[in-house]
């Protein structure tokens, strides 16, 4: 009898086996044209009542080439979703009217206000769409007051567009270039209030500098919002204001010498529930710019007093959020690798979601009402989702990407840890292809990230899931000058690009090799921003690289100067190239090196990049063209840093493709 049993136990497992072998047959590999598939999830608000969610579906439209967009709303009650608004090329910022009888949200104009965002409402009831703005400037942010009369707007004052012959570009301020807005002349952002009843709108601030991040007050008498003043070209002081609308008076809030409530943490002013204090982002010390950690600061209106609550945390914290009652903050917390949302209770700091789930520190991705928590989740093996988090309760409610990833064989991923040249600890992560074999040897590709301050995580990643599909074993590392480690780290390169960090890198190649099943005479490298830059300093250093991709990069960091839209920074950091000229020299070290390069490298930038613009990439590939290094210059027309093109998109993963083939496979 127990013989027969096993036997049957047996035949069972080979059958359980069998099927799912059949499975993972009938899957198909991850490849560029999933750009065409995979759906990104953003932009999530949660009604006052906690019972519905609006978000935005973004996705490419291969025949017309854009991207599109779709508006949703979940019932959580009845517990279903619909669109309501389908396929439009822009659309941002969804919100809730206090009454939940419209949404708001962000879309380009009609008629003539086509080339401008407006602000729009639909009404819930009829899916009546509405422009409430007729203006020819873009409507960037707003927000509701607390009674639904009004809406605070920011407004892009700029240059209405010239038919026929444009006058010539007039520059007359320190800081004249933006990635994604051209050239900057006299142009700035100012906040309206638009008075629903009346259908007007009353501009309350002005000047030569901007105002944004608007944020009621809870008894809507009042307007906090961010703004940096005398010469703001030249520093990033931004301070916290509060406008009373009915006295029309304004007073400073933060004197902080470094940035509070940078719109570039995209997290506004935070009123706590009795209107008596204001969370904020703020950054740390001004002179270590972006290497600083970003903190949770809590500043009582009254007395100015300011509280840091995550001091102690040396790690970025960013999007404060008040409870309903005001006895607590969540806000998320970014840590080696991963990025959790998290709560400041009776003076504690403890973790709302674990660290399987990547909480976005880039963009807004939870909202909170009572005991309920609405978030945007993704994890290594999924994009982001809609979850709902519920008396400590966390339950999926989106599967936008569930139907192509169960047809596609996934690449496992695993942390890695290595020591670098000094004995410094890297970590990072290595991606194995679906049948990975331990006896066989793979090429290796290093992909480092930009920033520099900034990390890969244990977030999904298609770019990292498609190298892994065509058989490579990929490294994501995060050597010194990332974040998710605390201030020491970010800041260790500065002031000196392309030296430990460089050598970090050149140790998680050494660690790659060690494993054992890496062959070392197939190896490549490659990164986009400041992953390209640290790409040509490591390429300058070790000759072992077979092939690099180098993406919207610069090496001759002197002949930048004054070419991108980082001088303020540049000069902090490296001070001025006249009185400086070594330290400019040093960070230049590629150019400067070519002749030491052997690698075949590929360049590719954006025609209008002004964040790291076209003559980075250019002057590396002529001076590789020059010392007769294979090599190749990819010009992608109008685009800027981050593509909004799919198809320029995706041909950016089939040439690292062909160019990773055709070194490390051929």
Not at 158 to 179: A, E, N, S
Request: net charge neutral; hydrophobic share 35%; no cysteine.
């Amino acid at each position: 009898m127990k013989k027969i049993i096993k036997i049957i136990f047996i035949l069972f497992l080979h059958l359980n086996f069998s099927i799912g072998s059949a499975q993972e047959i009938d899957k198909d590999k991850f490849t560029s044209d999933d750009i065409y598939t995979i759906k990104n999830i953003h932009s999530i608000d949660l009604s006052s009542s906690a019972k519905k969610i609006t978000y935005i579906e973004t996705f490419a439209n291969r025949k017309n080439d854009v991207y599109e967009n779709s508006l949703w709303l979940y019932d959580i009650e009845r517990k279903n979703s619909k669109k309501l608004i389908k396929n439009i090329k822009s659309i941002s910022a969804p919100q809730f009217s206090p009454n939940e009888k419209y949404i708001a949200y962000i879309s380009p104009g009609k008629n003539k206000y086509k080339s401008n965002s407006q602000l729009w409402l639909i009404n819930l009831k009829t899916a009546r769409k509405r422009q409430l703005t007729k203006i020819q400037n873009d409507v960037t942010d707003f927000q509701w007051s607390p009674d639904g009369e009004k809406i605070a707007i920011v407004v892009h004052h700029k240059k209405v567009d010239i038919k026929g012959t444009k006058p010539p570009i007039v520059v007359d301020r320190y800081q004249f270039k933006k990635d994604g807005y051209d050239f900057i002349e006299s142009e700035n952002q100012h906040i309206h209030i638009m008075y629903l009843d009346k259908r007007s709108s009353t501009q309350i601030t002005k000047g030569n500098y901007d105002h944004v991040l608007p944020s009621w007050s809870p008894d809507g008498k009042k307007l906090a919002f961010s703004s940096k003043r005398e010469n703001p070209d030249k520093h990033n002081n931004w301070d916290i204001y509060i406008k009373d609308i009915q006295k029309d008076s304004t007073t400073k809030l933060t004197q902080h010498d470094g940035a509070d409530s940078d719109p570039y943490s995209v997290s506004r002013p935070e009123w706590s529930p009795n209107g008596e204090k204001i969370a904020y982002v703020r950054s740390g010390d001004p002179s270590l710019i972006w290497y600083s950690i970003s903190q949770i600061a809590i500043t009582d209106i009254e007395n100015r007093s300011t509280e840091l609550i995550t001091n102690h945390l040396d790690r970025n914290t960013s999007f404060p959020m008040w409870s309903d009652d005001g006895s607590s903050l969540l806000f998320v917390i970014e840590d080696d690798r991963k990025s959790q949302l998290a709560i400041f209770k009776n003076n504690k700091i403890s973790k709302v979601t674990d660290d399987t789930k990547y909480v976005s520190n880039y963009s807004k991705a939870y909202d909170i009402e009572g005991d309920v928590i609405a978030l945007l989740l993704s994890s290594s093996k999924s994009p982001e989702e809609l979850y709902i988090l519920d008396q400590k309760n966390l339950k999926k409610i989106s599967n936008h990407n569930e139907e192509f990833l169960n047809k596609r064989k996934f690449n496992p991923i695993e942390k890695i840890s290595f020591n670098s040249f000094d004995g410094a600890q890297i970590n990072g992560m290595m991606i194995k292809p679906h049948d990975f074999d331990s006896s066989k040897k793979y090429p290796l590709i290093i992909r480092i990230h930009g920033g520099p301050v900034s990390q890969y995580d244990l977030s999904f990643s298609l770019e990292r899931q498609i190298f892994a599909s065509n058989d490579y074993i990929v490294i994501a590392v995060n050597p010194r000058g990332s974040s998710g480690r605390g201030e020491e780290f970010q800041k260790a390169i500065y002031a000196d690009w392309g030296n430990i960090d460089a050598k970090d890198i050149i140790a998680a190649a050494n660690f790659a090799i060690s494993t054992g099943f890496v062959n070392e005479n197939k190896m490549g490298i490659g990164g986009w921003s400041y992953g390209s830059m640290l790409t040509n300093y490591v390429i300058a250093k070790d000759q072992r690289f077979k092939a690099a991709t180098s993406g919207a990069g610069i090496s001759n960091i002197l002949a930048g100067y004054g070419d991108d839209q980082y001088i303020r920074e540049y000069t902090i950091e490296l001070g001025y190239p006249w009185e400086n000229t070594s330290e400019w020299l040093k960070v230049s070290n590629p150019f400067f090196s070519a002749d030491k390069i052997k690698t075949p490298t590929l360049f590719l930038v954006g025609e209008k990049d002004y964040n790291v613009p076209l003559i980075g990439s250019e002057q590396m590939y002529q001076a590789l063209r020059q010392l007769s290094i294979p090599t190749q210059l990819i010009i992608y027309p109008d685009e800027y840093h981050s593509f909004s093109t799919p198809s320029y998109e995706k041909d950016v993963l089939d040439r690292y493709l062909d160019w990773y083939k055709l070194y490390l496979l051929n």
